[in-house]
C-alpha cells in the first residue's frame, strides 16, 4: 500500500497558483511527465469544481488517463474531493478503472478517507473487491485509521477478515500501525481477532508495538494470549517483562489460563471389572496441557455401598 505521494499526482510538481513548476518544465526528463498531467487531473485533484465543469464542457474527455493510467476520478477521490467525483461519474468516468499500481477510485477514497466519494463510487457500481491484493481499500482504510471508512465498507460487506499474505487481515494492519479505534470498529464488526498475517497474531503485533490499550482490547475481545508465531514466540514473549505491558500480560495470564484456551476433547474408557457407570475419562488439552486421567465414580460407590 502506498502514500499518497506515489500516486504520482501534480501536487508534488505544483508551484503556488496550481501551474506546473518552472523547475520540473525546464527539466527534459520531466517534459514526458508534466505533458502527461491535464487540466482535467490538476482540476479534481485540487477540488477546482467551476474548472471542471469548465472543461468538460469544452469537450475534455473524462477517463482521459496518465501513463500510470490515473484518471481524473482518481484524482478527485485521493483529494477528498466528492464534488468533482459526483460530476465526473455522471459524465461516464469509469468507477472501476485501476492504475498501473492497482489502486481504483475506491482504495484512492480510503486513502483521503473521504466517506462521501467511497459512497458515491458505490452507488455509481465500484466493486468492494479490489482487482490485486496489492491495493486492498479495507486494509489502506484500517491502516491510516479512517475509522468511518472501515465502518462503512464493512457495513456494505467487505471481507473485514480478507487476508493478504504480505499484509495479514485488516485488523492485523489495524494493530500493526497501532490504529486502535479502527480495530475497536473491525472487532466490533466481527472481525476474527485471532486472525493475523500467517502464525502472527494481532496480539504479537500490540505486543511487539507495545501497546497496553490494543493488547487489553484484544484479549477483551477473546485473543489467545497463548499462540505463538512462526519463532514460537508467544505475543508477551515479545514484550520485556517488567514493562507496563510485560506486567499486563502477567495479570492476563492469571484470568486467563491455557487449558481454558482450547477444547478439551474427552475419551471415554471402560474399566475392567467395574460395572458401566465406573468411567475413565482422558482429557486431552492439546500441547498446553499434559493429559489427564480422571475417573467418575458410579452413584453405588459414592452412597458407600460396593458393586
Not at 479534481?44 to 474527455?61: A, N, P
Not at 468507477?95 to 455509481?124: E, I, K, M, R, Y
Not at 487489553?216 to 485473543?223: P, R, S
Not at 489460563?257 to 474408557?269: D, G
Request: glycine residues 10%; neutral net charge; charged residues 15%.
Amino acid at each position: 500500500m502506498d502514500d499518497e505521494g506515489t500516486n504520482r499526482s501534480a501536487s508534488k510538481l505544483q508551484g503556488a497558483g496550481g501551474q506546473a513548476s518552472a523547475t520540473s518544465l525546464s527539466n527534459p526528463l520531466m517534459r514526458d511527465f508534466v505533458s502527461d498531467w491535464s487540466p482535467l487531473h490538476d482540476a479534481s485533484i485540487h477540488g477546482r469544481l467551476l474548472t471542471l465543469k469548465k472543461l468538460i464542457k469544452q469537450g475534455s474527455d473524462v477517463n482521459l488517463v496518465t501513463a500510470d493510467q490515473v484518471s481524473p476520478l482518481h484524482e478527485a477521490c485521493l483529494g477528498g474531493h466528492a464534488a468533482c467525483a459526483s460530476v465526473l461519474l455522471k459524465h461516464g468516468a469509469q468507477v472501476n478503472g485501476a492504475t498501473v499500481d492497482w489502486h481504483t477510485p475506491l482504495f484512492s477514497a480510503c486513502v483521503s478517507g473521504s466517506v462521501a466519494c467511497l459512497n458515491l463510487l458505490l452507488q455509481h457500481g465500484a466493486s468492494l473487491h479490489p482487482p490485486c491484493d496489492l491495493a486492498s481499500p479495507i486494509h489502506e482504510a484500517a491502516k491510516r485509521g479512517h475509522v468511518q471508512c472501515v465502518e462503512f465498507l464493512a457495513s456494505r460487506g467487505v471481507n473485514i477478515d480478507h487476508n493478504i499474505k504480505h499484509l495479514g487481515t485488516p485488523l492485523y494492519v489495524a494493530c500493526e500501525n497501532q490504529q486502535v479505534n479502527c480495530a475497536k470498529k473491525l472487532l466490533e464488526s466481527g472481525a476474527n481477532v485471532n486472525s493475523g498475517k500467517g502464525l502472527d497474531s494481532p496480539l504479537h503485533a500490540a505486543a511487539r508495538n507495545r501497546s497496553a490499550e490494543l493488547v487489553t482490547l484484544l484479549i477483551d475481545f477473546g485473543a489467545d494470549i497463548w499462540v505463538k508465531n512462526e519463532e514460537s514466540k508467544r505475543p508477551m514473549e515479545l514484550v520485556p517483562p517488567g514493562s507496563p505491558v510485560g506486567r499486563l500480560f502477567l495479570q492476563k495470564e492469571e484470568t486467563h489460563p491455557a487449558a481454558t484456551n482450547q477444547s478439551a476433547v474427552i475419551t471415554t474408557l471402560g474399566c475392567p471389572g467395574r460395572s458401566r457407570g465406573n468411567i475413565g475419562c482422558l482429557i486431552h488439552a492439546g500441547a498446553r496441557m499434559p493429559k489427564l486421567r480422571l475417573f467418575c465414580l458410579p452413584p453405588c460407590l459414592l452412597s458407600g455401598s460396593g458393586p
